[in-house]
C-alpha cells in the first residue's frame, strides 16, 4: 500500500467486526513493526497478546470501563521494560523507554492497518489493575493497550492543524512567510466536516 494511504487510512476504530484475527498475522504485524527506531536500538518493548474474553472484559473495565474495547477481538498490551535503558540513560532513561514504546506502539498500527487489520490506541486505563489482571510484574510498565481487529466502520481522518501555525523557524515565537502549507492537497482524503463542526464548537 502506498505511504500516504496507510498513514491517512489509519485511523482510531472503535468498532469491530466478530471475526478471529490469526496469531500468523500479529507475528506479521510485530515483525514488522519491530525495525523501528528505539534509544540505542534497545527495544525495551514487550509485548501481550489478549485473546481470552474474561481478560479483555477485566481489561475494558480497567481503560475507564470503556466498553467498546470489547468488540475488538486482541489487545496488545506493550509494555516496557525500562530497567537496562534507566541504567544505561540514567536521568534520560525513563522518558527514552516510553518514547521507544510509543514509537513501537504507533509502528504496530501502521503495520496492522496494511495488512488489513483496524487498531485504536488506548492509555486510558489503570496501570496497577492492568499489570494485576495480567501477571505483569512489578518493575515492568503496561505503557498502550492497542485494540486490534478488523474493523466494521470506516472513517476520514479529521483536518489536522495548519503547519504554518504551529512551526517557528531557528527559535521560539519566529514565524516565516515563505513556509507554505501543503494541507490543501489533503482535503479530498480528510473529514472536514468534523474539523468545522469542532471550530463551531470553540
Ligand atoms: C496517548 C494516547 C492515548 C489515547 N487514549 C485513548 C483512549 O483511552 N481511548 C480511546 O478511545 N482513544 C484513545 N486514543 C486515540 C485518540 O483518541 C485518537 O488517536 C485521536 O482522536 C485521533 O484520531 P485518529 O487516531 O483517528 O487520527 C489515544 C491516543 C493516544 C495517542
Known amino acids: 500500500m502506498e505511504f500516504k494511504n496507510v498513514y ?31 534509544s540505542g536500538n534497545v527495544q525495551n518493548w514487550r509485548f501481550i497478546i ?18 467498546w474495547m470489547l468488540e475488538a477481538p486482541v ?5 516496557n521494560d ?3 535503558v534507566e541504567a544505561h540513560y540514567g536521568k534520560l532513561g525513563k522518558m527514552y523507554s516510553i518514547q521507544n514504546c510509543a ?3 504507533f509502528g504496530v498500527m501502521l503495520a496492522a492497518y496494511d495488512k488489513g487489520l483496524s487498531s485504536c490506541w488506548v492509555g ?19 505503557e498502550v493497550i492497542i485494540t486490534l481487529g478488523y474493523g466494521d466502520e470506516t472513517k476520514k481522518a479529521s483536518l489536522r492543524e495548519d503547519p504554518r501555525y504551529i512551526s517557528y523557524f531557528n527559535s521560539w515565537g519566529s514565524t516565516s512567510t515563505n513556509f507554505p502549507s501543503h494541507l ?5 482524503l480528510v473529514d472536514i466536516k468534523k474539523q468545522i463542526q469542532k471550530i463551531k464548537k470553540k
Open 50 to 67: 489478549v485473546t481470552e474474553q474474561a481478560k479483555r472484559q477485566q481489561i475494558a473495565d480497567a481503560a475507564l470501563e470503556q466498553g
Open 184 to 188: 490543501d492537497k489533503l482535503k479530498s
Open 75 to 79: 489487545y496488545l498490551i506493550v509494555c
Open 124 to 142: 486510558a486505563f489503570d496501570n496497577e489493575a492492568v499489570q494485576r489482571i495480567l501477571g505483569i510484574p512489578e518493575d515492568m510498565d503496561p
Open 8 to 38: 491517512l487510512g489509519r485511523r482510531a476504530v472503535r468498532r469491530y467486526k466478530d471475526k478471529e484475527v490469526s496469531l500468523d498475522l500479529i507475528g506479521e504485524i510485530i515483525d514488522l513493526a519491530g525495525f523501528a527506531p528505539s
Open 103 to 105: 514509537v513501537i506502539s
Open 82 to 84: 525500562h530497567k537496562d
